[in-house]
């Protein structure tokens, strides 16, 4: 199982450095993958403990193999990070000291051409992080209307064509049922202008954008902010790395509400809401790969690193 997670975690040290962990700390990684970025939050601990959670099968057995040789001070846990309090809870810890989310897709779930993730491989129309849950690609692919269809590929993809895939998609799935990521590809390659398929695949936003939607990546990321700020103790180190342009605003705009303190509308001369900042933001611009890791890490290309501290 582990050899399918052999890839180098992205901006490890950046994270683990961003983290500043504590020895007799706890923490969380809430996208634990592989346990690459785990196993080393883990390592620089002695009396602390690290929860590594995640809800993807494959991976929960490849982060418990890689986790194993630290005994007590890694726990791994099969849960979506959004429910990382009710984990928390059920381990009867109060306070964190950390918490790292590494958003967007793992590379063993792109990699594994059966999970439908990739646009270049072959394979079922599914895309679920957590194979438990009911809904998949497919549903969304043959039962979204052409509207929602068309509203998922513009917000989650940002394509701009997204009304003329989505209308072909309509189009096709009424002669028979859109099955495979072949398939999707194709029929998305078709609606699209000529002049529109230089530069990158033509089914990468569009396949970004139903990923998206069947597993609810977007709307978990701020409630999730929130609760973990609330959870951490004073200076506690939350970390989060994204991948694209929705997540990274998502986390700085949380970020910015939370370090923002006063909420009263600037009319007013003296503030009544009460509200105090509840972090430190420490990246002012978000931390990018260096040059070697670009190199190297494929996968580390769009990745950014913003990091806030518990006041």
Do not use: W
């Not at 609810?216 to 989060?240: C, H, W, Y």
């Not at 509400?257 to 006063?262: E, F, N, T």
Request: aromatic share 6%.
């Amino acid at each position: 199982m582990s050899e399918i997670f052999s890839h180098r975690s992205v901006l490890l040290d950046e994270c683990i450095e961003a983290l500043a962990i504590r020895p007799d700390g706890i923490y969380v990684d809430g996208t634990a993958g592989g346990g690459g970025h785990s196993f080393h939050i883990a390592s620089h601990l002695t009396t602390g403990q690290l929860i590594a959670i995640d809800r993807d099968e494959a991976a929960i057995a490849a982060a418990g193999a890689r986790l194993a040789p630290l005994g007590a001070r890694a726990r791994v846990v099969r849960s979506n990070f959004s429910d990382f309090a009710d984990v928390l809870d059920s381990l009867e810890i109060v306070k964190i000291d950390g918490i790292l989310l590494d958003l967007g897709v793992s590379s063993h779930q792109f990699d594994e051409a059966e999970r439908g993730f990739s646009y270049r491989s072959d394979a079922p129309l599914d895309m679920r992080m957590d194979r438990r849950q009911a809904k998949s690609a497919f549903e969304v692919v043959n039962t979204y209307s052409e509207q929602e269809l068309k509203r998922i590929l513009y917000e989650y993809g940002e394509e701009r064509f997204s009304g003329r895939i989505a209308a072909r998609i309509v189009q096709e799935r009424e002669k028979a049922p859109i099955k495979t990521t072949f398939q999707l590809s194709e029929l998305i390659k078709s609606a699209m202008p000529a002049a529109a398929k230089d530069g990158g695949h033509p089914a990468k936003r569009s396949f970004q954008a139903i990923r998206i939607e069947v597993n609810g990546e977007l709307d978990v990321i701020e409630p999730t902010i929130q609760n973990a700020v609330a959870r951490m103790n004073k200076g506690g180190r939350i970390a989060i790395i994204t991948f694209h342009s929705l997540e990274d605003r998502i986390v700085k705009q949380a970020f910015q509400k939370l370090a923002a303190g006063c909420t009263c509308p600037k009319s007013l001369p003296v503030c009544v809401c009460g509200n105090q900042p509840k972090i430190k933001i420490l990246t002012k611009k978000p931390i990018l790969p260096g040059e070697i890791e670009l190199n190297e890490n494929p996968r580390s290309h769009s990745a950014k690193l913003r990091v806030a501290e518990k006041l």
